[in-house]
C-alpha cells in the first residue's frame, strides 16, 4: 500500500473541504430520527447532490463524480471535520448500491441509482424478524412464485428510518425445502407503499419513532424486484454486510472527528490526568483504524474481495466508538448526564454508540466468523 496522496488526491480534498466549509449547515439539524428532522436532512441530501457529493466514488450516469475509492475516503474525513449531518441515506448508498453494482441488472441500475443519490427515493434495510436477528439464516418471510413476480408475507423488525422510508430490500425464503437455512433464500427489494404492506413505528426511550415494524400480507412484488439470482439470495446479502460491516457503513473520518473532538474537551478542562493515556490510546486506534481502511482500498484495488474481513473492521470500530464516548463521559463526569448544553451531544452519542456492537451483526457473531473464516479455526 502506498501512504502517500497523489497530486490529485490533494486538490479532491481541498475541493470537498471548500464545498463543505460554505455549505454546511450552521445550525445543526434536528434528529433524523424524527419526521421534522429527517425531512430537514434530506433537504441537505439533495444538497449534497446538487453539488456532486452525494455518491462521489459512483459513475457520473448515476449520480457521482466517478472519484476513485481512496478519495471516498477522503470526503469522508473532511464531511465528519466539517460537522456535516449524518447521511440518512447511508442504507441505500453505502448499503444497497454496492450490492446492486455488484449483483444488478442494468436495468436495476438506471432506475435505482440515481434517484437514491438524489435522496428522491429512500431506503431502509429489513433483515431482521421478531425471531432473526443475527442469525440472518433463519428468516421465516416467505416469498412464493406468482405469475410476473411473487406473493411476499411475513414481518420484519428493527427497519432503521423505516417509518419514513419509500422501500426495503431484505431477504425473503423462496424454497422452504432447502437442505440447509442459508439457502432457499432470495433477495428482494419492495416499495412501502405497495398493496399489503403495514408499517408500525417501535417508540425508543427517547421517544423516537424511526425504527419500523413492518407487516407483509401477501404484498406482489416483480421478478425486476429480485436482486441476483432466485434461491441464491445468501451471496448477495453477503455483499450488503459486508459492505455494512467494513468500508461503507463506519468510514474512519466518523472517529477521527470524535478523537479530535475528545482531545478539545480534555484540553478544555481539568480532569483526571489518568484518562490522558486513555485520550492517547483512542488517537491511535483511530489513525488505526484509518490506515486499514486504506489498506482495504488497496485490496479493493487489486481485485480482492474484503469478504469475511469485514468483520474485524466491524468489533474494532464499534468497540472504538464505545470507548471514545465512555472516556468523554468520564471527562464531563456529573456533567455528562446533561443532555443540552455544549456538551449534550456526546451523551446522546454515547447512549447510540451502545448499540454499535448489536446492529451489523453482534459482536459475538462476528468473532465466530473471524474464528472460522479468518483464522480457519474448528467448530465445538
Not at 47 to 75: D, T
Not at 178 to 187: F, N, S, V
Not at 218 to 223: A, I, K, N, Q
Not at 360 to 367: H, K, L, P, Y
Request: charged fraction near 25%; charge should be negative; glycine fraction near 10%.
Amino acid at each position: 500500500m502506498d501512504l502517500r496522496f497523489s497530486e490529485e488526491d490533494a486538490a479532491f480534498r481541498a475541493e470537498a473541504r471548500a464545498w463543505l466549509e460554505a455549505s454546511v449547515p450552521q445550525k445543526p439539524l434536528r434528529s433524523g430520527d424524527t419526521a421534522e428532522g429527517f425531512a430537514e436532512h434530506v433537504l441537505w441530501e439533495k444538497q449534497l447532490f446538487a453539488g456532486g457529493w452525494s455518491a462521489v466514488s459512483w459513475p457520473k450516469a448515476y449520480g457521482g463524480r466517478e472519484a476513485s475509492l481512496v478519495q471516498w475516503l477522503i470526503f469522508e474525513e473532511e464531511y465528519y471535520r466539517a460537522g456535516a449531518p449524518a447521511r440518512v441515506t447511508q442504507n441505500g448508498i453505502f448499503l444497497l448500491a454496492p450490492t446492486i453494482f455488484e449483483f444488478g441488472t442494468e436495468e436495476q441500475k438506471e432506475r435505482i441509482l440515481k434517484p437514491m443519490a438524489a435522496a428522491e427515493h429512500l431506503w431502509g434495510q429489513a433483515w431482521s424478524e421478531p425471531g432473526s436477528g443475527s442469525d440472518l439464516a433463519s428468516v421465516q418471510c416467505t416469498a412464493v412464485r406468482v405469475d410476473g413476480g411473487w406473493r411476499l408475507s411475513g414481518q420484519k423488525t428493527w427497519c432503521t428510518r423505516g417509518m419514513f422510508c419509500d422501500a426495503i430490500y431484505g431477504l425473503f425464503r423462496t424454497d422452504p425445502d432447502a437442505d440447509r437455512p442459508h439457502r432457499g433464500l432470495t433477495y428482494f427489494m419492495l416499495s412501502l407503499t405497495s398493496p399489503g404492506v403495514r408499517c408500525r413505528g417501535v417508540e425508543r426511550l427517547d421517544g423516537d419513532m424511526s425504527f419500523a415494524e413492518i407487516f407483509l400480507e401477501d404484498v406482489f412484488v416483480p421478478d425486476t424486484n429480485v436482486i441476483g439470482a432466485v434461491n441464491k439470495g445468501w451471496r448477495v446479502a453477503m455483499s450488503t454486510t459486508s459492505s455494512e460491516r467494513g468500508l461503507t457503513l463506519r468510514s474512519p473520518g466518523r472517529f477521527i472527528a470524535t478523537v479530535t473532538r475528545l482531545i478539545a474537551l480534555y484540553r478544555s478542562r481539568p480532569g483526571d490526568p489518568g484518562l490522558r493515556d486513555e485520550i492517547v490510546q483512542s488517537w491511535i486506534k483511530a489513525q488505526a483504524y484509518r490506515w486499514l481502511s486504506y489498506n482495504t482500498v488497496a485490496q479493493m484495488n487489486d481485485g480482492k474481495s474484503i469478504g469475511a474481513q469485514s468483520s474485524l473492521s466491524k468489533v474494532f470500530w464499534s468497540e472504538l466508538d464505545i470507548e471514545l464516548h465512555q472516556t468523554a463521559m468520564a471527562l464531563l463526569g456529573p456533567h455528562a448526564e446533561l443532555e443540552d448544553g455544549p456538551d449534550g451531544r456526546w451523551m446522546t452519542d454515547f447512549m447510540f454508540s451502545l448499540a454499535g456492537t448489536i446492529y451489523a451483526g453482534t459482536n459475538e457473531i462476528q468473532r465466530n466468523v473471524i474464528a472460522e473464516r479468518v483464522l480457519g479455526l474448528p467448530r465445538k
